[in-house]
């Protein structure tokens, strides 16, 4: 599967952005589907996935923040970020995976959050 990520772009602190993980190949909705992000200077850390089954899970600085959801008709998953903080500043990579481990990864998008 091919992953391409959008959405990126410049905020202000407080303000919401939504993030796209569109997919090609084969559909989505065969793999549990995760948001990592790596701010600068920092290693790649998890963000929030969604499993085939629905079960979810956000790293807890995101919790109440950020909501992951998949819309099987666009074959894209998303990250829809509100409240966003300086620490939100990163780049983001939505990945797949059908085991344990991520095996597919999008480019990238970039986040800025500016006060």
């Known amino acids: 599967v091919q992953l391409q990520a959008s959405g990126g772009g410049l905020v202000q602190t407080g303000g919401s952005l939504r993030l796209s993980c569109a997919a090609s190949g084969r559909p989505l909705s065969r793999y549990t589907m995760g ?6 200077g920092k290693e790649r ?8 089954g629905g079960y979810i899970v956000y ?18 998953v998303f990250l829809q970020m509100n409240n ?3 620490e939100d500043t990163a780049v983001y990579y939505c ?7 991520y095996r597919y990864w999008g480019q ?3 986040v800025t959050v500016s006060s």
């Open 35 to 40: 948001w990592f992000r790596q701010a600068p």
């Open 45 to 52: 850390e998890f963000v929030a996935e969604i499993s085939v």
């Open 59 to 76: 790293t807890d600085s995101v919790k109440g923040r950020f909501t992951i959801f998949r819309d099987s008709a666009k074959n894209s």
């Open 84 to 86: 966003m903080q300086a």
């Open 95 to 101: 990945a797949a995976r059908q085991d344990s481990v």
């Open 108 to 110: 990238g998008t970039l």
